[in-house]
T-cell receptor
Framework: GDSVTQMEGPVTLSEEAFLTINCTYT??????LFWYVQYPGEGLQLLLK?????DKGSNKGFEATYRKETTSFHLEKGSVQVSDSAVYFC????????????FGKGTLLTVNP | GAVVSQHPSWVICKSGTSVKIECRSL??????MFWYRQFPKQSLMLMAT?????????EQGVEKDKFLINHASLTLSTLTVTSAHPEDSSFYIC????????????FGAGTRLSVL
């Protein structure tokens, strides 16, 4: 079945540091890939997505590239801010009539001033 | 746009009682709603998928008689935890998918259930 593995947290960085959160997946066919972010006390929000190989999703300075050869979708940001502190979830969707999502365990990011 | 409201955000109940959690799409019609359960430091586990006007589809290992899901309208789905026990204590999250953005789900803020 489908599965998503993302790096264990928590991750603690200083402001303006470079961020990478690794995500690899196992899926049948050609899944769509997502990063969701959950700020404290809020629901999950879609951060970015990619629907086919070599696509790059980007939003709010975050980027991730769909790498089919390595089955990866690593999240990166060049310069993090305190406001980026949140839990980040990698997820995939293999299609089907209901477009179910399979999530990784989430990575807690804390950015210190 | 695409706001999903979940209520209550936190509920405490006695063992043996039933608890209802509501999930509403505030500014769109949700063709499909999903219910997840999240344990501490664990991934979101999909419990069931519901389409408006039809019976929910439960994931393997989820007791449908214990977790009753109703999706009576395009903007409201409810999850009722029947005869709750301490092991049902968890964080429950709903999401909704609207027809035009098929592979994007919009999430509620979650409900923390504590069964004493």
């Amino acid at each position: 079945g489908d599965s998503v593995t993302q790096m264990e947290g928590p991750v603690t960085l200083s402001e303006e540091a470079f961020l990478t959160i690794n995500c690899t997946y196992t899926a049948t066919g050609y899944p769509s890939l997502f990063w969701y972010v959950q700020y404290p006390g809020e629901g999950l929000q879609l951060l970015l997505k990619a629907t086919k190989a070599d696509d790059k999703g980007s939003n709010k300075g975050f980027e991730a590239t769909y790498r089919k050869e390595t089955t990866s979708f690593h999240l990166e940001k060049g310069s993090v801010q305190v406001s980026d502190s949140a839990v980040y979830f990698c997820a995939l969707n293999s299609g089907g009539s209901n477009y179910k999502l399979t999530f990784g365990k989430g990575t807690l990011l804390t950015v210190n001033p | 746009g695409a706001v999903v409201s979940q209520h209550p955000s936190w509920v405490i109940c006695k063992s043996g009682t039933s608890v209802k959690i509501e999930c509403r799409s505030l500014d769109f019609q949700a063709t499909t709603m999903f219910w997840y359960r999240q344990f501490p430091k664990q991934s979101l586990m999909l419990m069931a998928t519901s389409n408006e006007g039809s019976k929910a589809t439960y994931e393997q290992g989820v007791e449908k008689d214990k977790f009753l899901i109703n999706h009576a309208s395009l903007t409201l789905s409810t999850l009722t935890v029947t005869s709750a026990h301490p092991e049902d204590s968890s964080f429950y999250i709903c999401s909704a998918r609207r027809g035009l953005t098929k592979n994007i789900q919009y999430f509620g803020a979650g409900t923390r259930l504590s069964v004493l």
